[in-house]
Structure formats: structure tokens, C-alpha cells
């Protein structure tokens, strides 16, 4: 993982509490996979959810369907080489806001993919836990949106099983462009309404309400360890020879004094650099890549603003760094959980 793009995870908002409540699995009568039938002006679709795979958006968005949140929105970006995105805008193209719940966990690598006929979560770049109703039904095979693009991928969370012509439809239909929507020319032109989202068939609510509670539970458990763990490090290391601790609470350990200037925080500078947790899991380093790293001081974690300025040009130090001044209770998709307190070995090459 770059640290470019952990320096844009490093801007986003956490998430608020109401997260974790979207942590269920919604479990279907006799193991079949949960359906929905979605009604459109153009005809029928027929979901079926992966929730096994996907058990936070499948409930997700079954709670928007029992909710007819859905009812009058519409398709509201058709792009007929990509895919089709709706549920988040009515007929006068003004965005839907009563009714949203909280963000959702982004399930991205559960094994499904973008492929043609499937539905999968929309949410805003650069902040992959950041769907709430928008979803879009993927038109061709999108492999793209099954990497990493930044920080995370989107999650598929189901395909349809009936209605894929229906799909066509409105994957074909005449668009143009719209200055509430300023996406270019991909909003309908007759506006195609999703008259209403029904679920085909019972489900056992009761089982999937005790799931939240326990994914809620251990959610909550791993948040608690994960931050007492940090803190017990810190205790322990703080106690060593050669490290001090700022007022802050950032630690360092002077490897090799430097012989150059020391930077101010709106200095750019470069920097080679290796990232690890405390369990010594390595999760980015400049050395592997063989490139080092220029970007401005002021534009990274809080650790690394504050640490970099204790250095000289030509030194190198051991950076100890508390959630806090790192990536919070947020964390990095796909590279540091929440809660992590941090470790870099930082060798300050120049000062640009």
C-alpha cells in the first residue's frame, strides 16, 4: 500500500457508532438465499441476495426495502458500457435524504465480483465505508471495480436472477444531461422509477435481529482489545532505553543522528520508510518498492507531522505512534484496523 493513498485515507471522517448496528447477517427459512422484486417503469427485476457472503448489505439493503425508501426513486446514472445506479434520487432528480441510515461496512472482499447482472453497493471516492441506499447493477464484467482503487473495492452483494432484459431496457434507454446531476450525459430522459422493492418470501427477522446484536458485541470486543493492546505497547516500550515520549504521546528512538536541517511542517520532504503493527505485521514500505516517498509534512497523520520534525537530514529514527495521532478509530481499509497503534522506521533523505 502506497503511503499517497494512505495519506487520503488519513482526510476521511470516522464513521459514527451507528455503524456496528449495521453488522448483521439476515438469515433466510430453509438456507435459500433471500429474493426481491424490484418494479420498474420498465418492467420487473428479480434480486437474489448473497447473504452468506455479503450478510451487512444484504440487510442493509432489505431494511431500505421494508422501509419503501425505494418506492419513487429512480435510475438515476445509466452508462450502457458500465452499469446502471439508482435508489438515491426522485423523478425531479433531488436527492433522497429522509429515511438514510448509517454508513455500512464496505464487504468488498467477499469473493463476489462486478460482473454482468450483478448488484453491488454505491458510495462516495476515497471513502469506501461510506454506502448508505445507492446501488448500481453492473452491466458488463467491471473487474476494475473489484481491486483496490482506493483503499477498497465495491461490494457486490447479489445478481439478478430474473429481469436481466429488463436491465437492458434500461441500460438503453435515451439520457442526457441534467444540472442537478452533473455527471455528464447519463440521466434518463424519461425518468425510469423504481415503483417499489418487495421481498420475495419470508425471512426469520428474529434470528437476523440476534446476529446484530452479536456482530455489535464482538465488533465492540475487538475495538476495546485492540485499543488496550496499543496501549499496553506503548506502557512497555516508553520504558526502553533511548525512547522518549512527547507531550502528545508519540514516541521515538533516534537510529542514526542526521547532520542536516530539521523541517518545518510546511515542508515537503522525502523519505524512505517501512510501516508495521505491533504484532510486526509489515503493511507498506518504501524500501520494498525501492522509491522513496516526497509528500507535504502537513499533509499526513498527525505522528508522522510531529516525529519528522524531531529529524535531521541524513537521520534516521524509530517512530512509535498511538491511534490517535495515526488512523483512529477509522483505520486504513485493507491495510490497519482501527485502533492500531503504529510503528515506523523513518530515514529523512532531504528536505524539498
Known sequence: M???RLNSIRTLDSL????LLALACALPLHGA?????????????????????APISTLNFIRYAQGQFYDGTIFHRVMPD?????????????????GLLPPIKNEW?????????????ARLGRQPDSATAQFFINVVDNAGLDQPRDGAG??????????????????????ETNAKYPGGKVVPATPVVIESVTVVGEYDLTTLESKVKKLEEDANMAIENAAAAGKAYLATNGKKEGVNTTSTGLQY??????????PKATDRVTVHYSGKLIDGTEFDSSYKRNSPATFPLNGVIPGWTEGL??????????????????????????????????????????IN
Open 2 to 4: 502506497s503511503l499517497n
Open 16 to 19: 459514527s457508532a451507528g455503524v
Open 33 to 53: 438465499n433471500p429474493q426481491l422484486l424490484m418494479k420498474t417503469t420498465l418492467g420487473d427485476i428479480t434480486l437474489e441476495l448473497e447473504e452468506s457472503k
Open 82 to 98: 458500465f452499469m446502471i445506479q439508482g435508489g438515491g434520487f426522485d423523478k425531479n432528480i433531488d436527492k433522497k435524504s429522509t
Open 109 to 121: 472482499r467477499n469473493g463476489l465480483k462486478n460482473v454482468r447482472g450483478s448488484i453491488a453497493m
Open 154 to 175: 465495491y461490494a457486490v452483494f447479489g445478481k439478478v436472477v430474473k429481469g436481466l432484459e429488463v436491465v437492458d431496457k434500461i441500460r438503453n434507454t435515451k439520457t
Open 253 to 262: 528512538r533516534v537510529i542514526t543522528e542526521g547532520d542536516g536541517a530539521s
Open 309 to 350: 520534525q524531531l529529524m535531521k537530514v541524513g537521520g534516521k529514527s524509530e517512530l512509535v505512534i498511538p491511534s490517535e495521532l495515526g488512523y483512529g478509530a477509522r483505520g486504513a481499509p485493507g491495510a490497519i484496523p482501527p485502533h492500531s497503534t503504529l510503528i515506523f522506521e523513518v530515514e529523512l533523505i532531504k
